[in-house]
């Protein structure tokens, strides 16, 4: 089992940058990969990073790439989520989860555990 617990959330304007926090528990935090992922109202939740368990590659979705970047402090188990040169079209609840195989995949299906969900606004 693994708890995860995502921070770093809020408000803010559009050009704007934040960055999210996942704090893991429960197991070796090394021993996995990661991945974030983000739904908005009315759509399905959607792929936009992940992150192998030595953090030595990264995988990004176009939308997002170039503008955020993936890490992972295994000595502090967690991972983060920097967010630069935000959109409105970025808004929605962003998830941190727990990659099931060697290779994080881009599909939901493709994880283990998921965190609860921290809300991500971008205002025009």
């Known amino acids: 089992q693994v708890q995860l617990v995502e921070s770093g959330g809020g408000l803010v304007q559009a050009g704007g940058s934040l960055r999210l926090s996942c704090a893991a528990s429960?197991?070796?935090?090394?021993?996995?990969?990661m991945g974030w992922f983000r739904q908005a109202p009315g759509k399905e939740r959607e792929f936009v990073a992940a992150?192998?368990?030595?953090?030595?590659?990264?995988d990004y979705a176009d939308s997002v790439k170039g503008r955020f970047t993936i890490s992972k402090d295994n000595a502090k188990n967690t991972v983060y989520l920097q967010m630069n040169s935000l959109k409105p079209e970025d808004t929605a609840v962003y998830y941190c989860?727990?990659?099931?195989?060697?290779?994080?995949?881009?599909?939901?299906?493709?994880?283990?555990?998921w965190g609860q969900g921290t809300q991500v606004t971008v205002s025009s």
């Open positions: 989860a727990v990659a099931r195989g060697w290779i994080p995949s881009r599909l939901k299906s493709g994880y283990d555990y």
């Open positions: 429960g197991r070796t935090f090394s021993s996995y990969g």
């Open positions: 992150i192998t368990r030595s953090a030595a590659s990264t």
